[in-house]
């Protein structure tokens, strides 16, 4: 009888992980790493299922992608004066404030009009919500 209490009460205050967006784009993104690994791996008679796979993974981290906003470090050509960003969005804004120090030691170039050529300064992180 003691065991059946027990066991119940471990059912009831069994702790599993609450999906987060963070959560859930990081198995995306595992999920993606697994189908690209078994890609460029598989044999030639498995390429179909291999594809097949890569292609449901792409398109979870897109769905993923679209319900979340995200973070784009953004910086200031010192040549044109033009703002763009480097094209390596954050998801979580956690990651993206501990690695700042990175981001501002960062000089990207920019390929400014007329051929020329800016280095670049980071002036923030831009916001782009998913309706954008």
Request: aromatic share 12%.
């Amino acid at each position: 009888m003691l065991r059946k209490i027990a066991d119940f009460v471990k059912k009831i205050f069994r702790m599993e992980p609450i999906p987060t967006t963070v959560n859930t784009l990081r198995e995306a993104l595992q999920a993606l790493e697994v189908a690209r690994n078994h890609f460029e791996h598989c044999d030639p008679e498995f390429v179909d299922a291999a594809i097949f796979e890569l292609n449901a993974a792409e398109c979870r981290v897109d769905a993923v992608r679209r319900c979340v906003g995200f973070y784009y470090p953004t910086y200031k050509c010192r040549f044109c004066e033009r703002e763009f960003n480097d094209g390596h969005p954050y998801y979580n804004p956690e990651d993206a404030k501990n690695d700042l120090a990175g981001l501002m030691a960062f000089r990207p170039i920019h390929h400014c009009d007329g051929g020329h050529i800016g280095i670049g300064y980071f002036t923030g992180l831009e916001r782009v919500d998913k309706d954008e």
